[in-house]
């Protein structure tokens, strides 16, 4: 079967179509006028900017841009380069470092499920769209990540390349120019979007009622997590372990972010610069050190820990929540976190035996989802050179 679309001729099977422009496969769902998200058990339909809805075709823009070095200005670098897929899209580093190889300050995010967060980056209030942040590592100075700059060779680069015309063409038909950096931005965040992650033991334990699925220590840990003793629920709750979680049903929501005690350091802030958390942004020194509490999906992964990588292992971030704050007792860093005047009162420490802190790490390695590390859809879509 053919179908025409302005920009462009699709040859399709019954499952799949592919673009005579590029011969690269597109999923037939990739129609333009619709997107099927293929949701799973429990997972809520996510909330999409009106002037950016779904469509497959700019998935498959997006990944190919998410993957492309010609994203940076050096060639150096692209968005995974510092998010990448068997790592649930991190970079294993205690902090990133951008294309000139400047350390960033802060700790590379996971992109699983980060359709459903209701505010993006560690402490940053006023990013909420996945189109706004993109902006933020092609273009930023300070850090340099991906280098860009506004009127640039990028944009020529891009309409240059065959592959892209036909992409463009087909995620934005009837444009006379889609090479905008709108574009690019708006197609990277669907990209991001699709990357749905649901697939772990716990999911199918929790949500499939397979009691098999997860270790009787982890089903232990699980207790421990969600009791008042162990208090993570408040800030790690709900079907994506992150209490900043947005979705279409609920609308546009604030976030919330917390202080959970790593740091008391002395002088005029409690944390150590320049990583001061919303404080930051608002200025009030009631909001030193406090982040947003990220999700605990595949977070036996994404190590190191903490905005700042600071912590390496999981058994060590347990270690920190059951003392109630990390102690460091020499050093520039030195302070009691769990005496720090912001901590989250919540964060109180509560006791724990060695079997107590290997339930929670059993329970939180059981949040692993093998498939979306490898799943070929949110893969590199590049011909390996
Ligand atoms: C140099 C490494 C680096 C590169 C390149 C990079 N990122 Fe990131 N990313 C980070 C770091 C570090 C953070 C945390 C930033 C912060 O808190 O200020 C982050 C955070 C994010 C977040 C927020 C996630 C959340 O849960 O809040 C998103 C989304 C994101 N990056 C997408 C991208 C995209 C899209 C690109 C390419 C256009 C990209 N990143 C390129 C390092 C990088
Ligand atoms: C009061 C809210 C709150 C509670 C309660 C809480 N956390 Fe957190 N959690 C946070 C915040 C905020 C961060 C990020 C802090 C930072 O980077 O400075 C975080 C970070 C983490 C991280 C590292 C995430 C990453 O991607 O690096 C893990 C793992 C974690 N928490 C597990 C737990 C566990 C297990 C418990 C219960 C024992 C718990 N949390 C209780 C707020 C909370």
Redesign the pocket.
Known sequence: MKVKISGGVLICSAIFCVSVATGLPVRQDARPEGYEWHLPKGFPEPLVPADNPMTAYKVDLGRHL?YDKR?SSNGM???A???KQELAFT?GLT????STGKL?P??????VN?AY?SV?????PNVTK?ED??LI??FGTNPV??GLRKGDRFLPTLRADGTYRALFAAAFPGTTDPFTIDNVTKS?ACF?RSIISARSPYDRYHFDRDDSAVSDSAEKGEELFFSERGACFHCHGGFNFCDATVTKRSGPRSAEFHNNGLYNVSGPYSYPSPNLGIFEYTKMMSDVGKF?A?TLRNIAVTGPYM?DGSIATLGEVVDHYAAGGRTISSGRLAGEGSKNPNKDRRIGGFPTTPQDRANLVAFLISLTDQEVLKDPRFGNPWPVK
């Open positions: 998410f994203m670098q692209s968005c380069s510092c998010h970079d902090v990133s470092a951008g960033h802060r700790n590379a995010m996971s992109l980060v967060n993006l980056t560690w402490s940053n996945l942040q993109a590592p092609m990540e991906l990277i991001e947003k990220p905005h």
